[in-house]
């Protein structure tokens, strides 16, 4: 559940005009590469019939997706030149996404993985009360704005999530703490079993409640890029890679493996990685089964510390 | 080689005036642990005899480090209370480090090991021509300030060292590449067999010439802290760690295994995440054996990404 929406961008490498974007869709077409996929947002009466077609070419459902009288969500944002982690938010037309009010179908309220993309808390709330019965697992991604402007809300809903997926800035902003240690903490004592901290080209942390109480952490870097075209979309689609892994992996928040969460990971980083080589949906779309398996298997030559031959006893000088 | 100074400086944890510091000071002492290690720097005629004592104590050769008249390299900082990141610069006193001319003792020319921390481009290579030959391994620490104005001096002597170590910026403003992969790229083409970029708390990239001419690169996690007292001297603490673990391991510039380079900056981000829970010199001269093991050993639980049952084959959707 989320937006679809259309962008507007302008990056050093270029610009690109009302595309498709939108977190439920970036999030879907990520996804589904792994495991089927619905979406929950709405559309205005000008969204163009090949969107839907691309979104029906990977076999995403678009049963939940509502069409209303008006215009499509739209945005538009320019990346510093110098900077490509830095955009400023030229213009946002909420337009028919102002008044959403997401529905799940009969057959989306019986779905055993859920993502709460970013929007209103309670909206989050509301989709997750719609659901027939408790799913395997749910996800949430929130923002800055909910955070400063509804943290109440947004605190109900993260305490009945299994994971959440955030910034490493709004982690800090949420939990009220400086310290990243501290801020993940906070957040598993809310009630998530995970907390998954996005931190842009520096990769991800990721926060884990062991059975036995304690935590235990993942540091997952972010593959080097020699070449980034448009950054938007890179945290829906990780959360698109992560989500579509976990779903493969029938794995279920109460006895979720470390293993399996650390692969969604890098998968979710993965996914990540192909949406910022193109702009808007362009490389995301176009990625092929060689090139996604290809760059989850750097991340094992990555970040690979073999033991010393002796093991890993240190070689103390007295 | 490098400084020996002492540092006033104020964090959000509190204070301390005149404290022993500066670049040779932290090497050394990380380095102590795993290697003998001597330094080459220069004091006043206020030096302390008890900070000799803690050198001697930790069995760092003292013979190389000379006391002139005059008073010690003195600076004073003081770090952001919300970003222990940023830091201002107060006040600096070269004293006697203004005209440091480093002379090498008989022995030192005759060292395996090399590391010329941040000090003027010149007076590097001037250390390197002391040798007596060339070391088996020479790595070299730099920073914007001679990037800004010695760049051309700066550029000779980094094409004759094996390892440069320096910040994410830093490399950036080097190499005139703004995309870290290339900024990399970069450095190696100009002779080293590593660069080693740090990046504080998002940890350490080292990209490596390969000998088929390729190149590869490794990620390595800082480790999560829940408190940091004092970042002064944490990337000389690196280098000491990272070094130290070299020469134990009699590792040779132009036999340099990936391995055992991986294991070194795992070591020397072990190094640093001590000194930063800690005053100055505080936690890095008291740590302990099972202190540092136990952070070394963290890496692996921190980083490691087991295969998949099945192996990696990705579950695709169709």
Redesign the interface.
């Known amino acids: 559940m989320g937006s679809v929406a259309y962008d507007s961008v302008r990056t050093q490498a270029g610009s690109r005009t009302d595309a498709l974007g939108g977190s439920a869709t970036y999030f879907s077409l990520a996804s589904?590469?792994?495991?089927?996929v619905g979406v929950v947002a709405v559309v205005g009466d000008d969204f163009r019939e090949d969107d839907l077609e691309l979104l029906r070419t990977h076999?995403v459902d678009i049963s939940g997706l509502e069409r209303k009288p008006g215009k499509t969500f739209r945005w538009a944002g320019v990346y510093d030149t110098?900077d490509v982690n830095t955009r400023e938010t030229l213009d946002t037309q909420l337009n028919v996404f102002a008044d959403f009010s997401p529905a799940l179908t009969a057959e989306q309220s019986k779905a055993d993985y859920l993502f709460l993309a970013n929007i209103h808390p309670a909206l989050q709330l509301d989709v997750l009360e719609q659901m027939d019965s408790r799913p395997k697992l749910v996800a949430l991604d929130s923002m800055n704005f909910w955070i400063e402007g509804n943290k109440a809300d947004l605190k109900k809903v993260v305490e009945q999530v299994d994971v959440l997926i955030i910034d490493e800035n709004e982690v800090r902003e949420f939990s009220d703490e400086?310290?990243?240690?501290?801020a993940a903490r906070a957040v598993l004592r809310m009630g998530p079993t995970a907390v998954v901290i996005k931190?842009g080209?520096?990769?991800v942390?990721m926060y884990l409640s062991e059975p036995d109480g304690s935590e235990?952490?993942?540091?997952?870097?972010?593959l080097?890029?020699?070449?980034?075209i448009d950054p938007t979309g890179a945290g829906d689609s990780f959360a698109g890679g992560f989500m579509?892994?976990l779903s493969?992996?029938g794995a279920t928040a109460s006895t979720l493996p470390a293993?399996?969460l650390?692969?969604a990971v890098?998968?979710g980083s993965v996914m990540g990685s192909i949406t910022v080589q193109g702009f808007n949906m362009e490389a995301l779309t176009g990625a092929s089964?060689a090139d996604?398996?290809g760059r989850?298997?750097k991340?094992?030559?990555?970040?690979?510390?073999?033991e010393?031959p002796g093991g890993?006893?240190?070689?103390?000088?007295?």
Do not use: M
């Open positions: 589904s590469y792994f495991s089927p076999k110098a400086r310290n990243l240690v501290s931190r080209e520096h990769g942390l235990s952490v993942f540091a997952c870097p972010a080097p890029l020699d070449h980034v579509g892994y493969a992996s293993a399996t650390r692969r890098a998968l089964k996604i398996q989850f298997d991340f094992h030559a990555l970040t690979q510390l073999n010393a890993n006893g240190l070689p103390w000088s007295n």
